[in-house]
């Protein structure tokens, strides 16, 4: 079983994504140039949005090359010296991913992504055997070692629901069981041709006095503002593996992938833009088998301002006719459920039945879960 969603979103003028210049990132699509949001800046957002952990009940995993800082956290306690706890910490971290930074001994030179209850089981086991552990070579280095291979043995299921959905893997240790993502999320586009613009700003200085005239500072930096479709397929069956066959948490997992899909925002120049803009248009499609439909072919021709201005509308549009195009052509075969959600009544839904379309985000998600299987 899959779950697509397909989402029309339109911000106004904004920096969400930076390339290495600090402009926002575009893409080259039907022979024009798009504004795009990569898939990497959506998945952190959907991470970070507080309803994902709200829903799920579980607190998303870390990614991080500081593992050793981690795991000194939940080693030291009054009775157990901070740099006592540093010291098993760096070396476990090393005996993990057996290459530290060559600048910084305890920072490994690979991220990790670990969820929060693999560390605490680490914690657990260095506790328990504490008077082992802390001795620096010997037993304890079998003791680290044994449960380095313990960790790396259950690598391939997790209990966070972020890396059961977006994947790990250590490309470092070739021989570790990658954890396959769930979730293929593609680069959001504009529906539209975007040319980006410059602001001119300057600064202030508060000090300064009359010897003084003109900013403290000034300079440029790129905009621009864009009505995005983005797309996302997830795999129910995968997604159910990689949390370890506990059904209960992928279905928290889904109802959170939903809730928080709708709530992210990427946080590029926020404080200076706040396109704090929800979608205009939700569409969940639930498939028990068969391809993926990306609907990004319904903009291939980007679309163009409608007489009355705006975006929104005519992208809406373009969506609705290519998939009932792809309907027609392919069929419905495969398809469990299809949920709509337009912010605006007006909006042109012509392939869509009245009872597909949904009033309110609560709704809408509450008809896709139904479609889950019961077991």
Known sequence: MFIELHMIQNFSPSNLNRDDLNNPKECQFGGVRRARISSQCIKQAIRNTP??????????GTRTRWTSRLLCKAL????????EAQAVAVRFAEAFVQKMDSDEKARTSIQVYISPEELQEVAETMERNWDIVKQPSGESDKLIA??????????????APDIALFGRMLAIKPTTKILEASCQMAHAISTHEVTM????????????QGEETGAGMMGYTGYNSACFYRYSRLDWEQLVKNLGEDKERAKCTVEGFLRASVAALPTGKQNS??????????????WEKGMGWSLSNAFEKPVRRSHEGGLVAPSVAALDKYWGRLCQVYGRQG????????????????NFDKDQVKAT???????????????
């Open 146 to 159: 044994d449960t380095v291979k313990q960790l790396l043995a259950k690598f391939e299921v997790t209990s």
């Open 335 to 350: 398809q469990v459920q299809v949920v709509v959600l337009p912010l605006d009544d007006s909006l042109s839904l012509s």
């Open 197 to 208: 613009e410059m602001d001119f700003f300057t600064a202030v200085d508060h000090v300064a």
């Open 76 to 83: 030291t306690s009054p009775h157990r010296p901070e740099p």
């Open 51 to 60: 309803v994902f952990a709200e829903t799920t009940k579980v607190e998303p």
């Open 361 to 375: 985000v609560d709704a809408w998600v509450e008809a896709v879960m139904k479609s889950l299987p019961a077991q």
């Open 273 to 286: 833009t706040a396109a704090n803009n929800p979608p205009s248009f939700l569409l969940a499609v639930v």
